[in-house]
């Protein structure tokens, strides 16, 4: 799929319609957490200093298309003013023709547009009535992605369209993982329940060389071998699924690594007491909370004869010490070889993110997407309207 950048367009004196995600967590009446602010920078910065004006369109928090005081996009304001270093114009989609028409080469905020009941709804008289307040479209908010709404998606077929920065470098890191991978490729799928990633796990066994799976859902494909697993959340019901995915990675040539060692407590708590046992020797009062050593090795040996590596979840309850152990060691591993230019790391998902950082890992992987929902969406190989939209 192709896509226009904004390099491909001349924005002087142009209004562009930058959709971006700046749905930041508040505390205290405070953006407590500036990271998605920070990301669309570089692209507001180049509209800017190409001379064109850009008008931010955002939504924050669910408001299911009516106003709600509470999730005002106002909130953001002095976090994106300090960010940007520029003031920032604020107005609602009514008022919205006149604060552009005054603020050429300004930067203005257009209040939450799920206020707005055709957001949702993908409605062609919204995504119009958007379109007539600028000249070009830009999606820079891959997070959004895979929602069909009028700003991602009906929006950015009535005007010139292209990709801003960070949508541009998802897309990049997207492709470089899945698209056309240096091989050979290793996927590292965790997290509690199989049920929620059964189109990830069906969509990789036929793009990736290696596939290790770890966390709750590990323990689904060791019960549907026959192994106890305790008291271990486990979705025993999806035992002939496991079981089918198992068989279609080996028609598909991929090599699927399964705990074949474990960390086994008898409470769910930090510092819990624990023991490392076989992955088949599980007793029935205990239940699984890691992959143990020996897996552990199995998967940085793996990671050093690859190329390229894709990452979703974690290994085991990593919130819980010492039962971050395996999260934080593959973590590492995958960090250093990526640091010495032998591996290219992919990571995204919000349990995957926090993980990473708490490895201290992420900082060294090539890249890290906070796009969550759309993240997996792509990589279960689905297609996603706000980019299908941007296709030339």
């Known amino acids: 799929m192709n896509w226009k950048t904004l390099d491909d367009l001349d924005l002087l004196g142009k209004r ?9 967590p508040v505390e205290n009446g405070l953006v407590s957490d500036t990271t998605r602010i920070d990301r669309i920078v570089p692209t507001v910065r180049h509209i800017l200093q190409a001379g064109g004006t850009p008008v931010l369109i955002a939504h924050f928090g669910r408001p299911k298309g009516k106003p709600v005081p509470e999730m005002s996009l106002k909130v953001t304001l002095p976090a994106l003013e300090a960010a940007l270093g520029v003031p920032v114009k604020f107005t609602t989609l009514d008022e919205a023709r006149e604060t552009i028409a005054f603020a050429k080469n300004q930067v203005v905020l257009i209040e939450n547009i799920r206020f707005e009941p055709g957001e949702e709804a993908n409605d062609p008289a919204l995504a119009q009535r958007l379109a007539n307040l600028g000249d070009i479209y830009c999606n820079d908010a891959f997070s959004a992605a895979h929602r069909a709404h009028a ?107 399964l705990p074949s060692d474990v960390v ?80 290219i790391s992919v990571a995204g998902g919000g349990d995957t993110v926090a993980a990473l950082n708490q490895a201290g890992a992420a900082e060294d992987f090539t890249y890290i997407s906070t796009a969550g929902g759309a993240f997996l969406e792509w990589m279960e190989g689905k297609d996603l309207p706000g980019v299908a939209a941007l296709s030339t």
Do not use: Y
């Not at 562009?16 to 995600?21: A, E, I, P």
């Not at 049920?195 to 549907?224: E, P, Q, R, Y």
């Not at 143990?292 to 290994?315: H, Y």
């Open 151 to 257: 700003s991602t998606e009906a929006l950015a077929r009535l005007r010139p369209a292209c990709a801003g920065r960070l949508m541009a470098e998802e897309l990049d890191a997207l492709e470089a993982a899945l698209g056309a991978p240096q091989r050979p490729v290793v996927a590292v799928v965790g997290g509690a329940k199989v049920s929620s990633k059964l189109d990830l796990l069906g969509n990789l066994v036929g793009k990736v060389d290696h596939l290790v799976i770890g966390g709750g859902m590990a323990n689904t494909f060791l019960a549907a071998l026959g192994h106890d697993v305790g008291k271990s959340l486990c979705e025993h019901d999806l035992a002939n699924t496991a079981r089918s995915i198992l068989a279609n990675a080996e028609i598909s040539g991929c090599e699927i690594i």
């Open 16 to 24: 562009v319609l930058t959709r971006v995600d700046i749905n930041v």
């Open 264 to 343: 086994v407590a008898r409470s769910f708590a930090a510092n819990a007491d624990h023991k490392i046992v076989e992955a088949n020797a599980c007793s029935a009062d205990a239940m699984i909370l890691d992959a143990g050593p020996e897996t552990v090795a199995r998967i940085g040996a793996c990671f050093a004869q690859a190329r390229t590596l894709i990452w979703n979840g974690p290994l085991g309850a990593f919130e819980l010490v010492p039962f971050d152990r395996a999260t934080n060691t593959a973590a590492q591993a995958a960090a250093t070889l990526t640091k010495m230019g032998k591996l």
